[in-house]
């Protein structure tokens, strides 16, 4: 594999999407106006299953607002109630229509929210649903010198098209009615454990490959230093070939690279754009697929011919028998899951692509020692911050999540994203996971285990089951973070790289290897004539 299609798959594989909650996230957040008596509920999804002329229709998704009453979290104790129009349409004055329980429709603006739930409760409505002048949700809160917020009637706002759709059905005479009620979110959804598994799987695979590569050729750099003099060999340690170290330069870069390419992300974000990204992250999933295919059926001795086998092919150069044959089949794949990506288990398809480039990256791509690595960490540490919040001050939002969900442009999310549907959550959506956030601590990871094979270190005496362990539990409190900040978007190398950074920079320093683990990055091993093997 040759350096450029290498830099090809680690370019896709840079963007550090963060660690985000299922679909159905409220847009706006409520950083100004603070909790008060009367105006102190939690923000949370509404669910308002409609029913027309008495045949079920639409679900729709509102969100609550910050005063009235709480509304019921099961279907079954949700009230059928009939919807009404308001006349005026803002309800800012007593509405001229006469309500007996009804569910009152208003339109936003001319007045503040609290002021048309007021009138609505006073005209006699059950609950006030105010259409939004925008197709997202928004966090109705209290002004700051508003007194009357003893509010009876629950008031939840509905974005612009939803509104559209029951206001057409009651202007031709159809009777709607509809239930309002706000289910609860599980704390641990399986989804989030599988997708931990997948995201702790998928570094541990990648590690012992990459560390098996590394110790084979020390192997076979053993074998030549028997049989030649040390002069006609390099002095450094040699590399299997498509092997590419990062170094300091590379590393400090990676801000400034993966900065352009998110904001690059988040201009020309559309419909047409997000087609261009699944397009190359195909390509780069055929490759990593293709490699892990061949690397995996070279282990069958039926297969290791063809592996070992190889014909000119043009523009590509010596291909082996085995990875012609395997090729097709990963065009094939990655074809029918571009096809079919809006299918409901076609994130099956994409896990499979996007865990088969990451080992490839992580068995390609390498860090040489602790220092490129601490670098690589902590610049990658402040990206993730600084994207995920920071980016608010700059561009009103943030600018990570907008581009891992795929706001504006009428798809579910970018590609170059681990996912898991949410089984037991009744809003659905998905738990992710950014290519980031796996690959850059992976790289971590894997140098522990390349150092403990080359330093001939068992296990327990190694840095790999620390590291492996470090990781796992920062990306853990990350989901810990992620349910205590209400499913909102968290940067998950702001907790990941704390955790196996530090774990790696203290046990080195506590066992004395610190300096040869920062600047050579291998142990040293002054006679070649012993055997390397793997710990036991």
Not at 162 to 171: N, Q, R, V, W
Not at 272 to 293: D, H, K, M, N, S
Request: include cysteine; proline fraction near 5%.
């Amino acid at each position: 594999m040759d350096i450029q299609r290498v830099f090809y798959i680690v370019c896709i594989a840079l963007l550090s999407t963060s660690r985000l909650g299922s679909a159905g996230d409220i847009v706006h957040q409520d950083d100004v106006a603070p909790k008060k008596p009367g105006c102190e509920n939690n923000f949370v999804l509404v669910k308002v299953p409609t029913w027309v002329d008495h045949i079920e229709d639409k679900e729709y998704v509102g969100v609550g607002a910050r005063f009235g009453p709480t509304l019921e979290s099961k279907e079954k104790h949700a009230n059928q109630t009939r919807l009404a129009l308001a006349d005026p349409p803002d309800c800012c004055s007593k509405p001229k229509n006469k309500l007996t329980g009804e569910v009152i429709l208003v339109h936003r603006g001319n007045c503040s929210f609290t002021r048309k739930a007021n009138i609505a409760e006073e005209a006699g409505a059950s609950a006030i649903l105010i259409i939004n002048y925008r197709t997202e949700l928004f966090k109705m809160v209290c002004e700051g010198n508003e007194t009357d917020l003893e509010i009876g009637i629950p008031a939840v706002m509905l974005p612009q098209d939803a509104g559209a759709s029951l206001e057409k059905y009651i202007m031709n005479g159809s009777v709607v009615m509809l239930a309002l009620y706000s289910p609860k979110r599980p704390v641990v959804d399986v989804a989030e454990v599988f997708l931990w598994l997948m995201a702790v799987g998928t570094i541990l695979c990648a590690s012992y490959w990459s560390a098996w590569t590394a110790r084979e050729a020390a192997i076979e750099q053993d074998k030549l230093l028997k049989d030649a003099s040390e002069e006609y060999l390099p002095a450094e340690g040699t590399h299997s070939g498509g092997i590419v170290d990062i170094n300091m330069t590379s590393a400090i870069l990676f801000v400034v690279v993966a900065s352009c390419f998110l904001v690059m992300l988040y201009k020309l974000m559309s419909r047409w754009f997000i087609e261009v990204l699944v397009v190359l992250f195909c390509i780069g999933g055929v490759e990593g697929l293709q490699t892990c295919l061949v690397a995996l059926l070279s282990c069958f001795r039926c297969f290791q011919n063809a592996a070992e086998s190889f014909v000119k092919v043009p523009f590509f150069g010596a291909v082996s028998y085995l990875t012609l044959a395997v090729c097709p089949f990963c065009i094939a794949f990655s074809v029918i899951w571009a096809v079919f990506r809006q299918i409901s288990f076609a994130w099956i398809g994409q896990d499979i692509l996007g865990i088969s480039l990451i080992i490839t990256v992580l068995q390609i791509v390498r860090v040489p020692n602790l220092k490129v690595g601490t670098v690589l960490l902590s610049c990658a540490f402040l990206y993730d911050i600084f994207w995920v919040f920071v980016s608010k001050w700059w561009f009103h939002e943030s600018v990570m999540i907008v581009v891992a969900r795929g706001d504006r442009s009428g798809e579910d999310g970018i590609p170059m994203l681990l996912k898991i549907p949410r089984m037991f959550d009744p809003w659905g959506g998905y738990s992710i996971i950014g290519f980031g956030d796996i690959i850059l601590p992976g790289l971590l990871v894997a140098f522990s285990l390349r150092y403990d094979w080359l330093a001939k270190k068992s296990l327990r005496a190694g840095y790999f089951v620390w590291a492996m362990t470090a990781y796992g539990l920062g990306l853990l409190i990350t989901y810990v973070a992620l349910n205590m900040m209400d499913g909102h978007g968290q940067p998950a190398l702001l907790y990941i790289v704390p955790f196996t950074l530090g774990t790696f920079l203290t046990l080195g320093k506590k066992r004395g290897d610190l300096r040869i683990l920062w600047t050579r990055g291998e142990p040293e091993r002054p006679c070649p004539h012993l055997e390397l093997q793997s710990p036991q």
